[in-house]
């Protein structure tokens, strides 16, 4: 939960004070509901954090908001008032990072596969970096920059090879994926280079290209440091011996996001301070013992931000029990029958498509009011037509939870409404961010209107 989320006497729950059914009231269901002082917080804990634990090695690190998590004007701005920078992925989220008055040379673009637009984009920003992804990619950037005779600050997006504990869909450092320049030997390059080095040499060989250095990313909702910590080694070996090779100096090396958050009691986060130090720890020493002076480090969390500082409210509607027979095959057990409620939502997989996509797991409260009564094993599913439109697989909820109550979802900061749909034509929902007790919306929802103004109607059937 969010910090300032709470139960008023009435058993309701509020944030910074204001409650659940005056929101409901003011702004409607579903709605993401985000405290700014949450999010501030985080963002602040992360730049602190990981600037101590690097001042001796490197000054300090640059923090990168991975904007693909969840961004608006409102939340760029806010970001920029913290002392991080932005990092985005696409023309869309660079248009968003102009709107908030973001300079250039604090915003990162992302993709592996970017646009000419997106590349031109970038130069008249005058981005800090640009991070490319291939080799196809590289020259693309070269050229673009050359023909307006300017320079391109580039990093080289490598995949290290680590394997991270987390969703397939959300791993992003072994080698058989779409993202990243291989570090492996083994590439197509007939004097036997690495895809990466190959990036390397042209990179350096390119008037139009600044290489500012190293990235990599290896996953997404990891918890362990040490992933990230054998990924730094890696890439500090490959940083060192490219130095060394190409007579050159890579200034910095990016470490990317992925910090875990938890959604459910079973999810064991580290503090950011302890990710930190474990990961200056292996910066320190590697640089050490390659005898190289340490880069500039960055890293680019979204989730371990924003995730928490927001939850989902929803309004219940249809109930109905089932009864779910368990074979004695998989309990061992005798064959046992249990009942299994399920609660329709007035939202589901168009504003949160994380169960469906990846198996992910949340928590739901009854927000409206207090209950005694017994708890009950619910499933609490959205509105769309699918049946696996899940958004909370299990959770017990008092048994007299009924049409018309409020739920709250909590963790629903990250990839949600970033990944919301329009889906069965259901408009996605608002945000409001909290502050002092006060709900401004800061993402409009949309209205059925929105969604008809983009069919061409009568005009062209
Ligand atoms: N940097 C790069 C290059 C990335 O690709 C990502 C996430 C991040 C940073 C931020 O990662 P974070 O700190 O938020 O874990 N939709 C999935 C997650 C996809 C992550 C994509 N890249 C989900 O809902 O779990």
């Not at 989320?5 to 058993?11: H, Q, R, T």
């Not at 939502?345 to 990846?358: E, F, I, K, Q």
Request: net charge negative; aromatic share 6%.
């Amino acid at each position: 939960w969010a910090a300032g989320v709470e139960k008023n006497d009435a058993g309701e729950v509020t944030i910074d004070g204001l409650a659940v059914s005056a929101l409901k009231e003011q702004f409607g269901t579903p709605l993401f509901v985000m405290s700014e002082s949450d999010f501030r917080s985080r963002a602040r804990a992360f730049k602190d954090a990981f600037d101590e634990a690097f001042a001796d090695i490197c000054g300090g690190v640059d923090v990168y908001y991975a904007g693909k998590s969840f961004l608006c004007t409102a939340v760029a701005t806010w970001v920029a008032e913290e002392g991080l920078r932005l990092d985005t992925c696409s023309g869309g989220e660079l248009a968003v990072a102009a709107r908030a008055g973001i300079q250039g040379a604090n915003l990162g673009l992302h993709g592996n596969n970017k646009s000419d637009a997106e590349i031109n984009r970038a130069l008249d920003m005058s981005l800090g970096r640009i991070v490319v992804d291939s080799l196809d990619e590289l020259e693309r950037v070269a050229k673009i920059a050359s023909s307006r005779g300017e320079t391109a600050k580039v990093m080289l997006r490598l995949t290290p090879g680590v394997h991270a504990h987390t969703h397939e869909f959300i791993a992003t450092a072994h080698e058989d994926q779409k993202f990243g320049l291989s570090m492996a030997g083994d590439s197509t390059d007939e004097a036997g280079l690495s895809a990466a080095e190959e990036a390397v040499a042209a990179a350096t060989a390119y008037d139009s290209i600044e290489l500012l250095g190293l990235h990599c990313h290896i996953g997404s909702q990891i918890f362990e440091p040490d992933g990230f910590a054998l990924a730094a080694e890696k890439l500090l070996g490959f940083l060192a011996a490219m130095q060394a090779k190409y007579s050159i100096t890579l200034p910095e090396l990016d470490l990317g996001g992925g910090y875990g958050i938890a959604y459910t009691p079973v999810d064991t986060p580290r503090p950011a301070a302890e990710i930190a130090q474990a990961m200056a720890d292996v910066v320190r020493s590697t640089c050490a013992q390659l005898g190289i002076t340490a880069p500039r480090i960055s890293i680019e969390p979204g989730r371990a931000i924003v995730g928490s500082s927001t939850f989902t409210l929803y309004e219940v509607g249809t109930l109905k029990t089932v009864r779910v027979d368990v074979p004695e095959s998989e309990t061992g057990e005798k064959n046992v029958t249990y009942p299994r409620r399920y609660v329709s939502v007035d939202g589901g997989m168009s504003d949160n498509a994380r169960p469906v996509l990846y198996d992910a797991d949340y928590s739901a409260i009854l927000a409206s009011r207090d209950s005694t009564a017994v708890p009950q094993l619910s499933r609490v599913v959205g509105k769309h037509c699918e049946s696996g439109d899940i958004v909370v697989r299990d959770v017990y909820l008092p048994a007299d939870v009924a049409a018309g109550d409020l739920l709250a979802v909590p963790g629903t900061g990250a990839y949600c409404w970033a990944l919301s749909s329009n889906y069965n034509y259901l408009a996605r929902p608002g945000v409001v961010a909290v502050r002092d007790g006060a709900a401004r919306l800061i993402v409009r929802g949309e209205t059925e209107e929105d969604l008809l103004n983009r069919d061409m109607g009568v005009a062209n059937v």
